[in-house]
């Protein structure tokens, strides 16, 4: 590729020095579980989000699904989920034994949409799960009036949100806790999975800690069935040296925004993302819209230029829950969305006249379109 989808190794070329500098740190320490640099990274990212506790632990769906274990969310219970999303979202529900209830987005969003989240809500709903999709906050606002109406938790999925600011505040900071996923692929990745939970509740935090080592806080003493997911050393020593890059990157990334965004204005037939006006997003993802979009995704590829479908299969249509009594039904927009997204190019990484380039070829394709038309 010309221009690749995403190249996970440029961060280590920029960054060299600092991660191997961290990489010897930890191994020269002789601790790699549970450690300083754990304490240390947890503490900074919850100074960064602005809250008074993270707890680190194996991955972003670990993250979701303790919150809500936590919480003693389960057997019986519903909780509200977007339908279009990443299965991750709805698996955290379903492992904590309570049903994932799928609602619509708003199509220019493509977050939570409020008004259906109302419409769904029954006397066994008990969360709602906001995802922050592609990097731009869902309107917690909204939600959070809701959930206080109604008595329900907010538990946003801040996956893709890293930094993320919803009306000045940092994702993460938004509901009564948040799960963040260190993918690699991610705003603030790792080098291996990861994940973290953000919050203001002290006594959630202290459960958490208990449930993400073994439900002990002391060895061989379990107070709980816990679970074994923690962030090791080494990835936490990494997460610190990029979370101290993570605002310059995303400041990068909404440079490129804005060049697809100016660029985007004048190729018909395609629908650029809308930001809302409260909303600072953090371009994890620059997702457009278009009726022939294998089409165009196929073109690209003969330019030259990656990209990425997100997400072709929602998860109402998987075979994981295929046998759910709901399926398919009144879940139309995400059905649409599946068929038409795709994501161009989005990383720190890339110069700002990539979007040139990629307009340009977008500009290409419609022109053939029209005439083949």
Not at 49 to 78: F, M, Q, S
Not at 248 to 267: H, M, P
Not at 333 to 342: G, H
Request: include cysteine; proline fraction near 5%.
């Amino acid at each position: 590729m010309i221009i690749p989808f995403l190249d996970l190794q440029a961060t280590y070329r920029e960054l060299q020095g600092e991660l191997d500098a961290a990489y010897r740190r930890v191994m020269e320490g002789g601790w790699y579980i549970l450690g300083g640099e754990v304490d240390a990274f947890e503490e900074e990212f919850a100074a960064y989000c602005g809250v008074k506790h993270c707890v680190t632990v194996g991955n972003g769906l670990d993250a979701l699904h303790l919150i809500l274990r936590a919480y003693d969310i389960g057997p019986g219970d519903e909780v509200i989920v977007p339908a279009f999303t990443f299965i991750a979202t709805w698996l955290a529900v379903s492992a904590s034994g309570a049903v994932p209830v799928a609602v619509e987005v708003d199509e220019r969003t493509y977050n939570l949409d409020p008004a259906r989240v109302e419409e769904a809500l029954t006397p066994r709903t008990r969360a709602i799960v906001p995802v922050h999709l592609f990097g731009q906050p869902a309107d917690m606002d909204a939600l959070t009036v809701l959930a206080r109406k109604h008595g329900l938790r907010v538990i946003e999925d801040a996956a893709q949100a890293h930094g993320a600011r919803y009306k000045g505040r940092r994702a993460g900071s938004l509901g009564d806790a948040a799960g963040f996923s260190f993918y690699p692929a991610k705003n603030l990745g790792a080098y291996g999975d990861g994940g973290a939970i953000t919050t203001d509740d002290s006594h959630l935090a202290e459960r958490l800690r208990l449930l993400r080592n073994y439900g002990s806080r002391r060895k061989y003493v379990h107070e709980c069935q816990g679970a074994n997911s923690r962030l090791d050393e080494l990835q936490a020593a990494f997460l610190r040296v990029r979370l101290r890059h993570l605002d310059d990157w995303n400041e990068r990334r909404r440079r490129l925004a804005a060049a697809y965004l100016r660029g985007l204005q004048t190729v018909p037939g395609l629908i650029a993302p809308s930001v809302a006006d409260w909303a600072e997003p953090v371009w994890h993802l620059f997702v457009i819209r278009h009726r022939r979009r294998d089409e165009l995704q196929s073109y690209l590829a003969q330019a030259g230029i990656g990209s990425q479908i997100h997400y072709p299969v929602p998860p109402h249509r998987s075979e994981a829950y295929r046998s759910c009594v709901w399926q398919g039904k009144g879940l139309g927009r995400t059905e649409e969305l599946s068929r038409e997204v795709l994501s161009l190019p989005m990383s720190p990484h890339l110069a700002d006249a990539v979007a040139d380039t990629v307009v340009e070829v977008l500009h290409r394709f419609v022109g053939l379109e029209r005439r083949a038309g």
